[in-house]
């Protein structure tokens, strides 16, 4: 067996709040292995009657810190592993865990094209890795993040985005609010539809790589209109979440 299909206990080292409904976990594993930026770990929670329940969850850390990651779980109402992890999980527990798994939607920074990122709500998440990913390793290609959420409150990683973007480092951020905008807001405000991705992809020029993230509905929907938009379908990677359309 492949090591990184081996489970192994991690330790939780730190629960940091993102949003109301969004937090992010650091485990320190002791088989640790450097990841490729999007790869996940699974989780599996075991019960007492031996009933067990196991999650995919992305790595929103980059590669290039030791020994732990840090995982980024939105809470789903009525989920099984997700509401415990938000309810129960405090520092010092430990929980299962196997990976780096993933080898299709990875993003490595010895890849110059420039980057176009698309999530949606979590998706954020093994997007936030790759351009983690892409600071620490000093990259310099040219990389925008287009990013829908329902609410201001509900963006994910907010501050430190706002950060990258304002280092004039080549990061770009777009951030799109669905549901209810800040009277301030700057952004756009409606779904991600093809004027949006023409917009944000044509600086990007023609030899561009696409990674797009997120719930079901909204990875197939960008990744139609962006062919629509004259992108070739081998430039595209798409990793989906869940089954809701959100
Ligand atoms: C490769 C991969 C990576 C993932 N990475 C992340 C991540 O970084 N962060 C993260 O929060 N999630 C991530 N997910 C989703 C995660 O694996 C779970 O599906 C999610 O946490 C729900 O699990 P649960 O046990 O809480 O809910 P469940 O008990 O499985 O489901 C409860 C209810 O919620 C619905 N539901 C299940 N999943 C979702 C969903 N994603 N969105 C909306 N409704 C849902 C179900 O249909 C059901 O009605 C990833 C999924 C995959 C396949």
Known sequence: ??????????????????????????LTLPEWMRHRAGQHYDIRLTAEDGYQAQRSYSIASEPEREGEVDITVERIEDGEVSTYMHEVLVPGDRIEARGPIGGYF?????????LLLIAGGSGVVPLMSMIRHRAAAGAKNPISLLYSSRNFEDIIYYDELEKLGSANH????FHTLTRSQPSDWKGY?????????????QPLGKSVQVFICGPTLLVESVANSLVKVGINSNQIRTERFGPTGG
Do not use: C, Y
Request: glycine fraction near 2%.
């Open 1 to 26: 067996m492949k090591p990184t299909l081996n489970w192994q206990i991690a330790s939780v080292k730190a629960i940091k709040p993102e949003t109301a409904k969004v937090k992010s976990f650091t």
């Open 106 to 114: 990875v993003w490595e920074a010895s890849i110059h094209e420039p």
């Open 170 to 173: 080549g990061v770009q951020v």
């Open 189 to 201: 405000a409606r779904r991600i539809d093809q004027d949006m991705l023409k917009e944000v992809a």
